[in-house]
Antibody, heavy 123, light 107 residues
Framework: EVQLLESGGGLVQPGGSLRLSCAASGFTFAHYAMSWVRQAPGKGLEWVSAISGGASRTFYADSVKGRFTISRDDSMNTLYLQINSLRAEDTAVYFC????????????????WGQGTLVTVSS | ETTLTQSPAFMSATPGDKVNISCKASQDIDDDMNWYRQKPGKAAIFIIQDATTLVPGIPPRFSGSGYGTDFTLTINNIESEDAAYYFCLQHDNFPITFGQGTRLEIK
């Protein structure tokens, strides 16, 4: 059974940093691209970042480029999102999701999701 | 970037009803549309791939239709367990984008 379990969320002050993790199990993690998607309170889903298999390419939404860094450790079956210079508008539940394919830019979307981890940016 | 306009934002149905949820794309996306269901505190579940393909394990009460810019998720013979948040995703062009979601209540 595919499982994705996010962790690392919490309350952080504006300008602060957090590192989100997504522990994957039930499939060969290295064979898939992975994505981060977030949902702000009362808002729709927003794709944030993705990383292709083998960490060959990374992708970012314009709203987070330069502040967020996605990475993966295939030996630990874990996806990461380093989020820096946090702003109030980054407050959201952050989900990790498995892409359907190895390369994000040719993947027909995502097929499995985690339950999310809440990031709250507030002073 | 493709904008997806999903409607309605909220709907209420009675067990046995048929419901339709719409997702309209701001540009032609062929059949590159997926649908998902999410219950509070749970991981979202993939239900329809590429506009019309039912994901294995999903009941045939669910179906998808559409091509180009107009897409519909149909749920026949609604059951109480179908109460959830439903959303669409387009994967035709970068970045993937989502509809605003539909909250389905079962009376």
């Amino acid at each position: 059974e595919v499982q994705l379990l996010e962790s690392g969320g919490g309350l952080v002050q504006p300008g602060g940093s957090l590192r989100l993790s997504c522990a994957a199990s039930g499939f060969t993690f290295a064979h898939y691209a992975m994505s981060w998607v977030r949902q702000a309170p009362g808002k729709g889903l927003e794709w944030v970042s993705a990383i292709s298999g083998g960490a060959s390419r990374t992708f970012y939404a314009d709203s987070v480029k330069g502040r967020f860094t996605i990475s993966r450790d295939d030996s630990m079956n874990t996806l990461y999102l380093q989020i820096n210079s946090l702003r109030a508008e980054d407050t959201a539940v952050y989900f990790c999701a498995r892409d359907v394919a190895y390369y994000h830019d040719s993947s027909p979307g995502v097929d499995y999701w985690g339950q999310g981890t809440l990031v709250t940016v507030s002073s | 970037e493709t904008t997806l306009t999903q409607s309605p934002a909220f709907m209420s149905a009675t067990p046995g009803d048929k419901v339709n949820i719409s997702c309209k794309a701001s540009q032609d996306i062929d059949d590159d549309m997926n649908w998902y269901r999410q219950k509070p505190g749970k991981a979202a579940i993939f239900i329809i791939q590429d506009a019309t393909t039912l994901v294995p394990g999903i009941p045939p009460r669910f179906s998808g239709s559409g091509y180009g810019t107009d897409f519909t998720l149909t749920i026949n013979n609604i059951e109480s367990e179908d109460a959830a948040y439903y959303f669409c995703l387009q994967h035709d062009n970068f970045p993937i984008t989502f509809g605003q979601g539909t909250r389905l209540e079962i009376k």
